[in-house]
């Protein structure tokens, strides 16, 4: 069993920065890979962005490329998701998400474990 809590969100500028954090806590995190969603309302829950189990491969969708960046610390146990240049576009909550796949899983049906959220406001 994996336990996963998500932080970081808020209100924030257009043109400003954030990160997201998500603890886990449960059976051992390194051997899990992770992953981004977020969803606004009205909409489907999209994929945002993916790590695997050692970090050494990441993948993103096109929507954030450039302006995301997806970290895992196993000593930790923490994912993180790094935001520069948010636009109101990006405005959701966003979930992480764990499962015991190979590489870096796109879709939310990879995933095992999910957090609760966190909300993301940008502002313009």
């Known amino acids: 069993q994996v336990q996963l809590v998500e932080s970081g969100g808020g209100l924030v500028q257009a043109g400003g920065s954030l990160r997201l954090s998500c603890a886990a806590s449960?059976?051992?995190?390194?051997?899990?890979?992770m992953g981004w969603f977020r969803q606004a309302p009205g909409k489907e829950r999209e994929f945002v962005a993916a790590?695997?189990?050692?970090?050494?491969?990441?993948y993103y969708a096109d929507s954030v490329k450039g302006r995301v960046t997806i970290s895992r610390d196993n000593a930790k146990n923490t994912l993180y998701l790094q935001m520069n240049n948010p636009e109101p576009e990006d405005t959701a909550v966003y979930y992480c998400?764990?499962?015991?796949?190979?590489?870096?899983?796109?879709?939310?049906?990879?995933?095992?474990?999910w957090g609760q959220g966190t909300q993301v406001t940008v502002s313009s």
């Open positions: 790590i695997n189990w050692s970090g050494r491969s990441t």
């Open positions: 449960g059976r051992t995190f390194s051997n899990y890979a």
């Open positions: 998400a764990a499962g015991n796949v190979p590489g870096t899983a796109v879709t939310t049906t990879a995933y095992r474990y």
